[in-house]
């Protein structure tokens, strides 16, 4: 049985202070964050790794990211797929695809088995995709409504320079996820961590667990996305900015009893570029880990 690792890659190429932030160089040899979490699911068992990108990216994607790492791994079992987030059949003003929902239907031919969703320029951990796996191989084919999903703590997702949007779970006395609330303008205080709001701000426990998008999911849960687009763009209250979201998606099966999903936590610290001013500290927070023996130098070299 595969066990497929999504990579959300659409946005590549949305620029910020003059750069590209995916393909920024945070490694000792130019490796990108995306280096990192490809390595990381193949050394924890992935066997297939789909990328969803933009078709009008595709030449660059293939020249900078594709081609090298099928060529990295080409003395490994994997099998590498390319899906395109189409933009056909948008409405007038809209200038962006509809989500991450939307990105997941538009791969659904390579998903026949279980699944692993993540962001293209997030730092997961090497213990987040170990977990990962060993969900995804345990699932049962056929089974449906039965999903899981990495819960971060709060306090290591946070960035130095500016606030941040995460999705703060509630959980069971068994772990399993309740809800989520998107919150943004999280921010690093002294205390641990707070919400900015416009009359200051509001304290929130450093030890909640988050969502970082990081989803275990089985092929079912592409005929639910199937099934509930449709509806999602008749109830569109803004057409040029409403997105089909995972988180929402999945809290709306969890409210009607369609679904469950066990929260696994994990310790690892996530690492992003947010901010121009985050890839020094994202640098040398992998120049720890490799210090620290977690990864070598060259990052492929152990493959």
């Known amino acids: 049985m595969d066990v497929t690792l999504v990579v959300l890659a659409a946005g590549i190429g949305s620029r910020y202070g003059g750069g590209v932030k995916q393909l920024e160089h945070v490694g000792p040899t130019g490796e990108i ?39 990295r791994f080409c003395h490994r079992d994997v099998k590498w797929e390319y899906a395109f987030q189409e933009m ?51 699932c049962v084919p056929g089974e449906k409504g039965k999903y899981g999903m990495i819960g971060f703590v709060l306090k290591n997702t946070l ?7 995460r999705g703060v779970c509630a959980t069971d006395k068994d772990g399993e996820l309740i809800g989520i609330t998107e919150t ?20 929130l426990d450093p030890e909640s667990l988050v969502s970082m998008n990081m989803w275990l999911l089985t092929p079912d849960f ?13 109830g569109m209250k803004d057409p040029a900015k409403d997105e089909y979201l995972l988180p929402e998606i999945v809290d709306g099966m969890l409210k009607k009893g369609q679904a469950t999903v066990q929260v696994i936590r994990t310790g690892d610290a996530w690492f992003g570029v947010t901010y121009h001013e985050d890839k020094p500290v994202v640098a040398e927070a992998f120049r ?16």
């Open 184 to 203: 943004r303008h999280i921010v690093k205080t002294p205390e641990g961590a707070a919400v900015q709001e416009a009359d200051g701000l509001r304290p």
């Open 33 to 71: 964050i995306m280096d990192y979490s490809i390595h990381d699911a193949i050394q924890a068992g992935f066997n297939k790794i789909v990328f969803i990108i933009r078709r009008d990216i595709y030449d660059d994607f293939m020249e900078v990211i594709g081609s090298r790492l099928e060529q």
């Open 288 to 303: 720890r880990l490799i210090e620290a023996g977690e990864y070598r130098a060259d990052l492929f070299s152990d493959m």
């Open 88 to 138: 056909d059949g948008m409405p007038a003003g809209r200038t962006k695809p509809w989500g991450t929902g939307h990105a997941i239907l538009s791969c659904k031919q390579y998903l026949d088995g279980p699944f692993a969703v993540i962001n293209a320029d997030d730092y997961y951990g090497k213990s987040a995709f170990t977990h990962a796996y060993r969900f995804l191989s345990r």
């Open 159 to 165: 960035s130095d320079v500016g606030g941040v949007t």
């Open 222 to 234: 592409v005929d639910a996305l199937q099934s509930g687009f449709g509806p999602f763009r008749a």
